[in-house]
């Protein structure tokens, strides 16, 4: 049960072109948001979709497949964890982020 801790799994579309990231130290990031879609309908029997948008970052391996083989509007399965970092900006405003440590990606869909 230990593994199940922290464990995301989202199947959606790419909502933009992947950007890839070379390190000083040779290690490659790759940085994309995932729009994931849930279908409802409300009291007036109205059909709704709601669009959760996700950040998601991957490493290494997986950020040279991503760069390879992902573009936007693309269908993808993927597996992570869920992370929260703070940062400061220039004007001193702290801002958070969550995102998506993207372990495993598999791709869905036509192409």
């Known amino acids: 049960m230990n593994a199940l ?3 995301v799994q989202l199947i959606g579309n790419l ?4 950007e890839i990231i070379v390190l000083d130290s040779g290690k ?3 940085k994309f948001s995932l729009a994931t879609n849930e279908t409802y309908k409300n009291s007036k029997g109205e059909k709704i979709t709601d669009t959760q948008w996700h950040n998601i970052i991957a490493w290494n391996k997986t950020a040279e497949i991503i760069e390879s083989y992902l573009d936007k509007g693309n269908e993808v399965a993927i597996e992570g964890k869920l992370t929260s970092r703070s940062y400061e900006t220039n004007e001193g405003e702290k801002r958070y982020v969550t995102e998506v440590v993207c372990n ?3 791709m869905l869909g036509n192409k």
């Open 5 to 7: 801790k922290n464990k």
């Open 15 to 18: 909502g933009n072109k992947p």
């Open 28 to 30: 490659k990031l790759a």
């Open 104 to 106: 495993e990606i598999l």
